[in-house]
Each structure stands twice: as structure tokens, then as C-alpha cells.
């Protein structure tokens, strides 16, 4: 009989086909060397059988948060921007940390197409963060400044882009 690890982690990403990209490998391996599994989660989780499927939209969250198997996870954990709002609501909802991965900041003319209270909410969900990881220095003044964190608000540097690919 195979031993099931308890303790889980659930990922959500802009899109499955970023699941192999070096940021998100990068954490994966990072929660795997903690002890963790992790499930991903992607809207077009039809292009990869391994991701589960999300929809990333307040429909789709009031239909879903109460399922109990929510309850599994140990913290939930995403990428920018999109993801943040149904992880963010899923780690409130459940009580559970919420790990930001700042891949991505849609300011600016890199805004995105998402409605002014749907980025109200993201940048709101950043703040509830227990830790937020950026890859580069640079943008730990940039996400401080675009989601409002203040100097409690932990924000660390993984440059997980420069991970050495293993052996063999």
C-alpha cells in the first residue's frame, strides 16, 4: 500500500501549459522538498491530464468554496493575476495561508482586461498573503507599491528562473 502524504498544496495558474515553466517548477519542487504535494489548478486543464480544472471567476467560487475536500489543503498557493482572486477567497474562506507568487504585474498599459473591482479584489487578496515571492529584487518595491503592502507584509526574492535543471 502507498503511503498518501497529508499535508497538500493547491496551485493555481494562469494557464496550464505554464505548469513546466521554470517560476512554477521552481516552487513545486520548493513544497515537494518541504513535504508538501501539490495539486495544480488551470482553466485549460482539458490540455493537461495532471491539472485539475478552475474557472477564474466569482461564479465559479460561490459554486465551489463549500466543497469540503477544499479542507485537504494545507495552504493554497498562486501565480499572478487572475489565480489570486479564487485562491485568495479559497484561503479565506477555508482559514488556511495563501502563499502569492508575483510572476506578473498587470499595471499600467499592462493592464489586462479584467473590470476595476476584480483588480480591487486581487490586490486586496495580496495584502491577506502570508508571504509573497517575487523573482527579481527589483520588483520587491514594485509589488509593495501596486497591491499597497505595508512592512509586515512578508515579500521574499526566489529567483526560481535560475534553477539549475537536475543530472541525469
Known amino acids: 500500500m ?8 493547491a496551485h493555481f495558474l494562469l494557464l496550464g ?26 482553466p485549460d486543464a482539458e490540455s493537461n491530464s495532471q491539472i485539475l480544472p478552475v474557472s477564474y471567476g466569482l461564479t ?3 459554486k465551489q468554496f463549500w466543497r469540503p475536500e477544499w479542507r485537504r489543503y494545507s495552504a493554497f498557493s498562486c501565480t499572478s493575476e487572475d489565480p489570486v482572486a479564487i485562491a485568495g477567497l479559497l484561503a479565506l474562506i477555508w482559514r488556511k495561508p495563501l502563499i502569492f507568487i508575483s510572476d506578473e504585474i498587470k499595471s499600467g498599459s499592462y493592464r489586462g482586461d479584467r473590470p476595476e473591482y476584480f483588480k480591487r479584489l486581487c490586490r486586496w487578496l495580496m495584502r491577506k498573503a502570508a508571504l509573497t515571492i517575487v ?21 521574499i526574492v526566489y529567483p526560481g528562473c535560475f534553477v539549475v535543471p537536475p543530472e541525469g
Do not use: C, F, H, M
Not at 505554464?18 to 489548478?41: C, F, H, Q, T
Not at 523573482?135 to 515579500?155: C, F, G, I, M
Open 2 to 9: 502507498t503511503q498518501v502524504s497529508q499535508a497538500r498544496v
Open 135 to 155: 523573482n527579481d529584487q527589483s520588483r520587491v518595491t514594485l509589488q509593495r507599491e501596486y497591491a499597497n503592502l505595508n512592512k509586515t507584509n512578508k515579500v
Open 60 to 62: 465559479w467560487i460561490v
Open 17 to 42: 501549459v505554464l505548469s513546466g515553466s521554470p517560476p512554477n517548477n521552481a516552487i513545486k519542487r520548493a513544497y515537494n522538498e518541504l513535504g508538501y504535494d501539490v495539486d495544480e489548478y488551470a
